[in-house]
């Protein structure tokens, strides 16, 4: 049986990729689900064909006012904030020295303070009911460097960072936090890029060991976990779910030997 059902769960970035997929399988667990975006989205209907008494909030993350609002809204109409889920991001980047200043604010603003601010405004009601799981959408290039990466790898790194002292200062109010850092995901996010560098996705799929992309219901299938009770002594963790592309480098001696 579903863990999530008369569960109340605010879902950030909802109206594409990672965070959609998330609010869909909340959805389908038995969820309603409070969708947060700065845009619009028609696949947000698939939402609430699964779970109809689910919201959607026309937001953008940055504004902290805003998500107080949300998270206000949502208390009164259904008396608890069980789970928070942030995956509003975007991504940008490049070398140090031709980065332009207001491109490092944006990503920041948005991908860490973004994060900041969507935990800051369920915090209270969580503390008041001494129970919530939050669960961050960082990336496996907030654990390791990658090349250009720059701000958007310091964003993320931000990100894991965060979750683990939330889950610190938080975990004796019944309050878990954990963050999941996803590898190459199939979402618009990542094929803007592969679309302008289709050498990058080849070296990509290349080092991420299963061979292939991910899709975005293989990290819901984390935020369900991380949602629900049966992770109810997981708290201040970092759950890659990456395919094995940061397990280490392959050198081609699997394919040499004829293994694959
Ligand atoms: N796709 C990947 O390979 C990958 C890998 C690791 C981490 N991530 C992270 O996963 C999260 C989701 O990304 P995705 O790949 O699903 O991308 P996506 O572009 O499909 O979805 C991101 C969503 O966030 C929303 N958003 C962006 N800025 C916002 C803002 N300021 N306020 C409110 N909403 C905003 C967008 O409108 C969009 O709906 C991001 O934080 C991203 O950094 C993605």
Same mark, same amino acid.
């Not at 259904?78 to 928070?84: E, Q, V």
């Not at 480098?249 to 694959?260: R, Y």
């Given at each position: ?8 769960a ?5 109206a ?26 028609s696949?947000? *209907? =698939? !939402? $609430?064909? +699964?779970?109809p ?5 026309q937001?953008?993350?940055t504004? /902290? ?20 889920l ?30 900041f ?20 959408? *960082? =990336? !496996? $290039?907030? +654990? ?12 993320? /790194? ?32 990542l ?5 302008l ?12 060991k299963v ?17 629900s009770?049966?992770s109810s ?15 280490g ?12």
């Open positions: 049986m579903s863990q999530l059902k008369n569960k109340v605010i879902v950030t970035g909802a594409s990729g990672i965070g959609l997929a998330c609010a869909r399988r909340y959805a389908t667990e038995g969820a309603t689900v409070i969708g947060v975006d700065r845009n619009m989205s696949a947000w *209907a =698939s !939402v $609430e064909v +699964l779970a008494a689910s919201r959607f909030h937001v953008d993350v504004d /902290g006012a805003a998500q107080k609002v949300v998270a206000a809204d949502t208390l009164n109409e259904f008396g608890a904030i069980d789970i928070l942030t995956a509003a991001g975007l991504g940008d980047g490049g070398p140090v020295g031709m980065l332009d200043e207001d491109v490092w604010d944006r990503v920041i603003d948005v991908n860490l303070k973004g994060t601010l969507s935990i800051k405004a369920v915090l209270d009601v969580m503390t008041a009911q001494r129970s919530g799981s939050i669960i961050t959408i *960082a =990336s !496996v $290039e907030g +654990l390791n460097g990658t090349e250009g990466g720059s701000v958007y790898n310091a964003s993320k /790194g931000g990100v894991v960072m965060l979750s683990k002292n939330v889950a610190i200062d938080y975990g004796r109010m019944g309050i878990r936090c954990n963050a999941i850092c996803p590898g190459f995901i199939d979402t618009p996010l094929n803007d890029v592969m679309d560098m289709p050498e990058l996705k080849a070296d990509v799929i290349r080092e991420t061979g292939r992309l991910g899709q975005p219901e293989e990290i819901a299938g984390a935020a369900y976990f991380l949602a009770d049966d002594y997981v708290t201040g963790h970092t759950l890659v779910v990456d395919g094995g592309y940061t397990a480098h392959s050198h081609g001696i699997v394919q040499m030997l004829g293994l694959v």
